[in-house]
């Protein structure tokens, strides 16, 4: 890094507010009483699910470890439980928290990866499934796969249709 | 998707607006909507033919973040959150979180593209 780099917005889920909310684990009866409450921001709906999801497995990356490199073929996709990484972009960076998820829209539309994100501290993630992902899409029924290509365009920012969601 | 309801809005009326009950997927079949941002008013998106809007039916219990609006005569197919949560159910176990994680994603992407 070097002293030219721009701070850009920083993205997290806020863990200490879901604990002021009563959701201290993915599964107990007084984290679910408080999912359903309605009080939970969507993006703390998103992750409360995803930390709980019984098909993604855990993963920790040790502080000051580079998870992915920006341009290179994704190899794996990581929701992030908790710690805080720099995700680069060029010049600019971007501090990411709890919530933050590296590589998915990528795997979808059959890109590289748009950012190089680098851990600050340990990070505890969730590994998720990018493996089969040309293969599910094309078995996927249109109206998903329609919903499923409007969030990858939207979230890459990109116009033109990725193949395997045509 | 032809099975689902199918819906026409005159251009100018609202579709939802921020902070309803996001109960229900829409696909837009012929038109454009805009989506408005529920502090400001101003409009940070337009929504056409083939894209789809509300995907916060997805999380069971979500609100609206947004004002969506028909900016021309808009031709809609509306999603049920429980029509949706069926048609997911007879997916692969792995086609779920990969959704969520796509919306977060998209969520974290939006922060980003903010001024800081």
């Known amino acids: 890094m070097t002293q030219d780099l721009e701070v850009g917005t920083g993205f997290e889920v806020s863990t200490a507010n879901l604990r002021a909310l009563g959701v201290t684990d993915p599964y107990s009866a007084a984290s679910l009483q408080a999912y359903k409450s309605g009080a939970l921001s969507s993006d703390e709906r998103l ?3 995803l930390w709980g999801s019984r098909v993604l497995k855990a993963v920790v990356f040790d502080a000051k470890r580079r998870v992915v490199q920006a341009g290179h073929p994704v190899h794996a996709a990581y929701f992030i439980v908790s710690g805080k990484l720099l995700a680069v972009e060029g010049k600019k960076v971007h501090r990411i928290g709890p919530g933050g998820v590296i590589g998915v829209a990528e795997a979808v539309a059959g890109l590289p ?4 994100y680098v851990t600050v501290e340990a990070v505890e993630a969730r590994v998720v499934d990018v493996s089969s992902i040309a293969a599910m899409l094309r078995q996927c029924p249109a109206g998903l796969r329609g919903l ?3 969030i990858t365009m939207r979230t890459l920012g ?3 249709i990725p193949e ?3 | 998707m032809s099975d689902f309801n199918k819906q026409t809005v005159a251009q100018g009326d609202l579709i939802f607006k921020a902070g309803d009950p996001a109960n229900t997927l ?3 079949q012929a038109g454009e909507i805009e989506l408005m941002d529920a502090a400001s008013g101003a409009v940070f998106a337009t929504v056409g033919a083939g894209q789809s809007l509300g995907e916060q039916a997805l999380v069971p219990g979500g609100i609206r973040g947004a004002t969506a609006r028909a900016k021309t005569e808009v031709q809609l197919l509306q999603i049920t959150a429980a029509e949706l949560q069926d048609l997911m159910e007879k997916q692969t176990p ?3 979180p990969l959704l969520e994680a796509l919306m977060l ?3 974290m992407h939006n922060a980003m593209r903010r001024p800081a």
């Open chain 1, 158 to 160: 990109i116009k033109e």
């Open chain 2, 26 to 28: 829409f696909v837009v």
């Open chain 2, 94 to 96: 792995v086609l779920r």
């Open chain 1, 113 to 116: 990866y748009g950012k190089s």
């Open chain 1, 164 to 166: 395997v969601l045509k």
């Open chain 2, 105 to 107: 994603q998209q969520s």
């Open chain 1, 47 to 49: 992750y409360f699910t």
């Open chain 1, 148 to 150: 499923i290509r409007t």
